[in-house]
T-cell receptor, first 118, second 118 residues
Framework: AQKVTQAQTEISVVEKEDVTLDCVYE???????LFWYKQPPSGELVFLIR??????QNEISGRYSWNFQKSTSSFNFTITASQVVDSAVYFC???????????????FGKGTKLSVKP | GAVVSQHPSWVICKSGTSVKIECRSL??????MFWYRQFPKQSLMLMAT?????????EQGVEKDKFLINHASLTLSTLTVTSAHPEDSSFYIC??????????????FGEGSRLTVL
């Protein structure tokens, strides 16, 4: 069975601090995709990154970076020099590869609420 | 990127009435759409998979007679909450899969529809 665990329910930091959001996943598939989404108070889901299971290279995009460790089934997300606008709920999600049926839908973690205080 | 639009964004209805939510893919044809539900401070849970021209596939515990899904065209899926009750109040989000991105597992999300049943 597939499962995504975000152990941190809420995190509060002061602006300019670095913060890491943890994500651990479970799947029996060898091919899968991992995602991070941001959900601000307005509710819409903002896509941040997609990573396939064959690409373990870490990625950096501005103040955001992601660390994919297949050995520990983790896909952690770090925000450097956090800003108030980063305050949101962040979801990690897992998707199997495949066509048709329910394959390809996302399995979400419970989310981590990040509050960045000025 | 691909755009998915939901309507309405907000809806308030009386208990016992039915409410229809539309999900449209604006610049691609979506053979598959997914409907998620998110209760306050909770994660997104898949309700059903909607396949164009065929019956929707519902997740365990989701009443198909209460949550009617119609995917009559390649750009439109509708979710009708029948005989709504206050416990149906939730944030409903649809997502669509661009057939050209099936192999990558990427989903495009609508803005969400917040239903409040009085």
């Amino acid at each position: 069975a597939q499962k995504v665990t975000q152990a941190q329910t809420e995190i509060s930091v002061v602006e300019k601090e670095d913060v890491t959001l943890d994500c651990v996943y479970e799947t029996r598939d060898t091919t899968y995709y991992l995602f991070w989404y941001k959900q601000p108070p307005s509710g819409e889901l903002v896509f941040l990154i997609r990573r396939n299971s064959f690409d373990e290279q870490n990625e950096i995009s501005g103040r955001y970076s992601w660390n994919f460790q297949k050995s520990t089934s983790s896909f952690n997300f770090t925000i450097t020099a956090s800003q108030v606008v980063d305050s949101a709920v962040y979801f990690c999600a897992l998707s199997e590869a495949g066509y048709g049926g329910s394959q390809g839908n996302l399995i979400f973690g419970k989310g981590t609420k990040l509050s960045v205080k000025p | 990127g691909a755009v998915v639009s939901q309507h309405p964004s907000w809806v308030i209805c009386k208990s016992g009435t039915s409410v229809k939510i539309e999900c449209r893919s604006l610049d691609f044809q979506a053979t598959t759409m997914f409907w998620y539900r998110q209760f306050p401070k909770q994660s997104l849970m898949l309700m059903a998979t909607s396949n164009e021209g065929s019956k929707a596939t519902y997740e365990q515990g989701v009443e198909k007679d209460k949550f009617l899904i119609n995917h009559a065209s390649l750009t439109l899926s509708t979710l009708t909450v029948t005989s709504a009750h206050p416990e149906d109040s939730s944030f409903y989000i649809c997502s669509a899969r661009d057939p050209t991105s099936v192999a990558t597992g990427e989903l495009f999300f609508g803005e969400g529809s917040r239903l409040t049943v009085l």
